[in-house]
């Protein structure tokens, strides 16, 4: 963590206990925006340039939705009934850190459909949670008459998944990687972090709600994918610093969940490394 991001949280936090209303607002507003964390080593560069030449292939699509403008890449594989997989990429990334799954779905006769979701990449805002991001992608494919048959979402893209299948984009098969299984999960490790007072963090999920248009506890993929025709692969690494492994054995006790571990991959080389895709397209074929 950099110098002014401890500075930042000690101010919060202190601040909290004298003002809780007004940090409450500010907390909010850093919550949902994805620019505050978003930082990236060379080597994160140095593949996010090589996964540019893979995106740059797709057909660029903007859509006008009612969150605002979202940039979508449409991939065709030219096969006959080609399903349609959506990827969903995770917090601070965009659709370049979903990349390595292209062409390895196109060999398989796939289609795929990748946005920028909301506050990244090449699409609208600054702000965004996961609810609004899954209203303006159903909003993208309604627009173009798309219908994915499957999902592949990468943790925050784990929870728009849900968010879609939430609101009647179900999908048939669904691979949820290192992705937290409820919203409380975010905002419990996020209060903590910042060192919120009680009335401060009371104010916060105040605010959480009223963004999102859903109460907390309702944002919980055991209240959503139980009761959907959907079969899940969960992978998920135990050495997951980030999102952490437990969320993903809370939803493999879901009757139409599959938890399969992957040692050693952490949060960020899970998405990319060629164990995990080759897990994913061999779960999409038997569907």
């Known amino acids: ?19 809780p209303g007004p940090v409450a607002r500010l907390a909010h507003s850093l919550y949902r925006n994805p620019d505050i964390a978003r930082r990236f080593d060379s080597g994160q560069r140095d593949l996010l340039a090589e996964a540019q030449a893979i995106i740059d292939r797709g057909v660029a699509i903007d859509t006008e939705t ?11 594989s030219g096969a006959p009934g080609a399903p349609l997989t959506l990827l969903l990429h995770a917090w601070t990334g965009d659709a370049r850190a979903m990349a390595a799954f292209i062409d390895p779905l196109l060999a398989a006769g796939h289609d795929v459909v990748v946005p920028d979701l909301p506050a990244h990449g090449a699409s609208f805002g600054r702000e965004t949670d996961a609810p609004t991001a899954a209203r303006a992608t159903a909003a993208m494919l309604a627009a173009h008459s798309l219908t994915p048959r499957f999902f592949i979402g990468h943790s925050f893209g784990g929870g728009v998944a849900g968010m ?3 609101t009647g984009t179900v999908p048939k098969r669904f691979v949820c990687i290192a992705s937290p299984s409820q919203l409380s999960a975010i905002t ?3 209060c903590a972090a910042f060192g919120l007072s009680h009335r401060s963090r009371a104010r916060f999920e105040d605010l959480v709600v009223a963004s999102s248009g859903m109460e907390i506890a309702d944002l919980d993929g055991l209240k959503i994918w139980p009761e959907l025709p959907t079969r899940i692969l969960l992978l998920h690494a ?43 397209l061999a779960f999409l074929a038997e569907g």
């Open 164 to 166: 879609l299948a939430r």
């Open 188 to 190: 419990n490790d996020f």
């Open 66 to 76: 009612p969150e605002g403008m979202l940039r979508s890449y449409h991939f065709r």
């Open 1 to 19: 963590m950099s110098g002014a991001a401890i500075w930042l949280r000690l101010t919060v936090g202190s601040l909290s206990h004298i003002a």
């Open 238 to 280: 135990p050495d997951d610093a980030e999102i952490d492994y437990a969320e993903a054995t809370r939803l493999a006790a879901m009757p139409n969940a599959t938890l399969q571990p992957m040692p050693g991959l952490g949060h960020r080389e899970i998405v990319y490394h060629p164990d995990s895709i080759g897990t994913a």
